[in-house]
């Protein structure tokens, strides 16, 4: 058996992969997950192979299967641009770039980034999908987005690098605070101060629970929230928020808030990464996104390295 790329059981397959579960694949194909499961089992007998290992949470891929998965997005993510150079050739649009970014990243520097890209591609259509770290990596590994841009501590299979640069957690306070004039803050004085931080399962709440438990510290959060844009406004001068530069990068130009790095290597190790799905050969309009993202990481980290250097001059 040679299946084509379009049959029934390859596109069910497809979607049993991308949903983890028959009967979710069976709700969204609008058939029984009988005639789902009988699809697969065809497939796997004519390839050869399995392509599911059955567990009690779920379908999860075999190497086989995220081979195969993988050829199928790339496949369909591929059609899907012929169509849309094929509406751009017929006048209809120039395309469309499809992002998603967790909660830091979205209400200052995409926001900015997506402006002066519009700017200078009028015609673009960008949407902007905003998750938590897992749902940026699923988005991406089922084609529902092009490009993801997170906070990550180790990689992850599937997805494709297309930029990373070092994102430690900072300690972000207001200038008055008693840490600000120091250029690096020790955790162990942090902790005695209101701590306003991230839900659990976010990499700068995972990092600082890590870093605490390493050195026996113990903290009491002020807030906790996975919106950063929430806990901005109830920072107080005494207060101290974990974040990354980029989510504050704006309130620190204009001089309303500080940034200083902790003296614990742990808060160090977080990256941040532009990511697309693995193999995926990226349309012209994506790709000059990414470079147009990419320069403009660069250029906080050249502001941020200015600054540093002015601080240095002045003190």
């Not at 979205?106 to 259509?125: I, N, V, W």
Request: net charge positive; charged share 20%; glycine share 8%.
């Amino acid at each position: 058996m040679n299946p084509s790329l379009l049959s029934i059981p390859m596109r069910y397959f497809l979607e049993v992969a991308q949903a983890g579960s028959v009967n979710q694949a069976a709700a969204r194909l609008f058939v029984a997950a009988s005639a789902v499961s009988r699809q697969i089992a065809k497939l796997e007998d004519g390839l050869g192979t399995p392509l599911f290992e059955r567990q009690r949470q779920g379908m999860v891929l075999t190497a086989a299967g995220q081979r195969l998965a993988g050829h199928l997005r790339n496949t369909v993510l591929d059609a899907g641009q012929v169509i849309d150079e094929v509406r751009s050739l017929g006048g209809q649009s120039a395309g469309r770039v499809r992002i998603c970014c967790t909660e830091g990243f979205a209400s200052g520097f995409m926001q900015r980034l997506m402006g002066s890209f519009q700017a200078a591609t009028p015609s673009a259509a960008i949407e902007l999908h905003v998750g938590t770290p897992e749902e940026v990596s699923q988005r991406l590994l089922r084609g529902e987005s092009d490009i993801g841009l997170k906070y990550v501590v180790a990689p992850e299979a599937g997805l494709h690098v297309e930029h990373a640069a070092p994102a430690p957690v900072l300690a972000v306070m207001r200038p008055a605070h008693p840490l600000a004039r120091r250029r690096v803050v020790e955790l162990a004085q942090a902790v005695r101060h209101p701590l306003l931080v991230g839900s659990p399962g976010m990499t700068a709440r995972q990092l600082l629970d890590l870093a605490c438990s390493a050195k026996g510290l113990q903290y009491r959060p002020l807030f906790v929230s996975n919106f950063s844009s929430v806990m901005l406004p109830l920072l107080r001068s005494r207060d101290i928020m974990l974040s990354s530069r980029l989510t504050v990068a704006h309130l620190l130009e204009a001089g309303e808030l500080v940034a200083r790095p902790f003296d614990e290597p742990l808060l160090q190790q977080r990256r941040l990464q532009a990511l697309t799905l693995e193999g995926r050969t990226l349309p012209p309009l994506v790709g000059g996104f990414v470079r147009h993202m990419v320069a403009s990481i660069a250029a906080s980290a050249a502001a941020k390295a200015g600054a540093r250097r002015q601080a240095g001059r002045a003190g």
